[in-house]
């Protein structure tokens, strides 16, 4: 069984690689975008609660995510694993996900972690910018996301790196090339 988190900077690749990871490994991707828009659009009593913060423009509070997150892990599909994308953000997420797993006897097997120069990630963010025409994403925009990144998540990654589980994989480069630097990671 394959439990597995994915993170990395805005314009890593991430979402691409998690698809390409899944269908290689037989697994399933979670991402908590798509658990919160699903519970929003099947009106379960958590996609309602989370709907109200989502359409104020705030955070979903953790015991909201926390909820939507057990209940996608408990669902069947999850059996063979998973790779988990956007989830957890912060160290209280991540001591509620060791509870979750715990609670089915699993533990995590691997936090993959993409890397990528800035430089590079600015420059992909505005080409990206630039094709889906978002005038926002201007370069100090990108900068500030990428900041906001780093303080978010240098906890998460650090809690997961004292246990040995952070697999650091260089995310420029050919697409095969990533996928095979990441498959190689968790061999």
């Known amino acids: ?14 979402g691409t690689q998690a698809s390409r990871i899944t269908a290689a490994l037989g697994v399933v991707a979670i991402s908590t975008g798509d658990i919160f828009r699903a519970n929003v659009k099947e009106l379960t ?13 705030d955070y979903v509070p953790d ?27 912060t160290l209280a997420q991540v ?14 097997d691997a936090v993959i972690l993409l890397t990528a120069d800035e430089g590079e990630l600015v420059a992909r963010l505005l080409k990206r910018a630039e094709i889906e025409g978002r005038a926002d994403d201007t370069e100090e925009v990108i900068r500030h996301r990428l900041a906001v990144y780093r303080e978010q998540t240098e906890d998460v990654v650090n809690a997961y790196r004292e246990r040995d589980l952070v697999r650091e994989v260089d995310g420029l480069g050919e697409l095969e090339s990533v996928t095979e630097r990441i498959l190689a990671s968790l061999a």
């Open 1 to 14: 069984m394959t439990r597995l988190l994915i993170v990395g900077p805005p314009g890593s690749g991430k």
């Open 45 to 57: 009593p958590l996609g309602i609660e989370a709907k109200k913060y989502m359409d104020a423009g």
């Open 95 to 108: 001591d509620e996900l060791d509870d979750i797993l715990k609670s089915n006897g699993e533990s995590l």
């Open 63 to 89: 015991s909201v995510t926390n909820e939507m997150v057990r209940d996608r892990l408990a669902q069947d599909d999850v059996a063979n694993g998973f790779l988990l994308d956007g989830y957890p953000r």
